[in-house]
């Protein structure tokens, strides 16, 4: 079956081309999820007018999440990590800074902080957070030893 792509997606094509699927997967994935259109005559017709609407609404997202990151920025939170004599007790992943970011009033999935490896001393650490479309922020995360 032959799908206009709407968006992105990983190991199936970039936005606005076609490309042919299996019946099944552009039914019960891509079409549900508006992230592609059947490839009739007519859809094919329209392919340049569908793929510039695609970049005018991805320029105002591009617009707004560059705006985002620019105040995301110059966020810092505070936190604090239990240390005994062997090291840290736990660690801070990126569920827990996400956490901190939504007390500062920033939703920020968990999933777009990226850690190597989650943080187990105390110290100053620059976090990146991927918003999407290629546009990323680095917050800084100040982490403090815990008074025992």
């Known amino acids: 079956m032959k799908v206009i792509l709407l968006s992105d997606i990983d190991r199936v094509g970039t936005r606005g081309t076609v490309v042919n699927v299996k019946p099944g997967y552009a039914r019960n994935y891509l079409l ?10 007519a859809q094919l017709a329209q392919l340049e007018s569908i793929k510039k609407q695609l970049a005018t609404k991805d320029a105002k997202i591009t617009k707004r999440l560059t705006d985002f990151a620019g105040r995301l920025g110059l966020v810092s939170v505070k936190t604090t990590i239990k240390m ?25 999935d968990k999933h777009s902080i990226v850690l190597a490896e989650p943080i187990k001393g105390p110290g100053v ?22 008074p025992a």
Do not use: M
Request: hydrophobic share 45%.
């Open 32 to 41: 549900p999820r508006k992230l592609g259109l059947e490839a009739t005559k």
């Open 84 to 108: 005994g004599q062997e090291g840290a007790f736990g660690a801070i992943t990126n569920a827990d800074i996400a956490t901190l970011l939504a007390a500062e009033g920033h939703e920020i």
């Open 125 to 146: 650490y620059d976090i990146a957070v991927k918003l999407g479309h290629e546009v990323s922020a680095t917050i800084k995360l100040w982490v403090a030893e815990e």
